[in-house]
């Protein structure tokens, strides 16, 4: 018997999911992820990256003289003083600290005068610690633990990491659509709805969190190398938790929770003042 529809077609069910799309998209992003997995230095985590060094650098650098050209306009950009020598003096020892790693990045250091509690450090090592973070800082000791950070994620390369892991997305995403094609608008949609869900919850957080505890460690071996105190990290994120206000439950932040990187940083304590004591000797400290 056929059926007709209100229009005089002939009526016909929607298929349901093809998994055998999903699977076959699944192996691409497999064979795209083995072929270019590299390693963290410091870590030896194994990571996904595609772009080129030189690539890289180019649009750290783009970035960089966009930030900057906006703030040179601004008038925001500090050129001397005793915070500006800080920043330069404490950037250039941990820059001399990560010389074993460093792939050849031009290292710049700059100060600007903004109320943000803030730093960063772009891939080719273009850095910028803003005013607003000095007051928490509160020391040397303090500012070398964030300058470490930033320049941990430019050594890690985790910028680059994290277009190559939007990549793999958009190839399982396409694979995910490409199934659900057959199926109605409406369980489109919600399939697309999990999809994303899970993508966001289930990898790009927990990667980007992943991130940032990789940067924390990083920069706790590099301050410790430059002979800057590794027992200031737990107290600087101590401060930070508290003048940070209110915040999402861990699992829906792009960040650790302040709380969880105190435990971190005293987790990775003893190895940090090995370090310190064996660069630092007129500073041995015990733990």
Known sequence: MVFRNSLGGRGRRRGGFRWQILLLFAAGAAVYYFMNLKK???????QLRTMSLEQEVKLGLQSYMQIMTEEQRKGNIVAGGPQYNAVQDIGEKIAIAASDTDPGFDWQFNLVD?????AFALPGGYTAVYTGLLPIAQSEDGLAVVMGHEVGHALAHHGAERMAQQNMQKIVGAGVAMG???MDAGSQQAVMGVFGGISQYGYALPFSRKHEEEADYIGLILMSRACYDPREAPELWDRMGASGGAKPPEFQSTHPSPETRVQ????????????????CPDKIRNY
């Open 40 to 46: 963290v230095p410091y870590t030896d985590r194994k």
């Open 114 to 118: 903004s109320d943000q509690a803030n």
């Open 180 to 182: 659900a094609g057959g």
């Open 264 to 279: 971190n940083f005293n987790n990775w304590m003893p190895e940090a003042i090995e370090i310190y004591n064996q660069n």
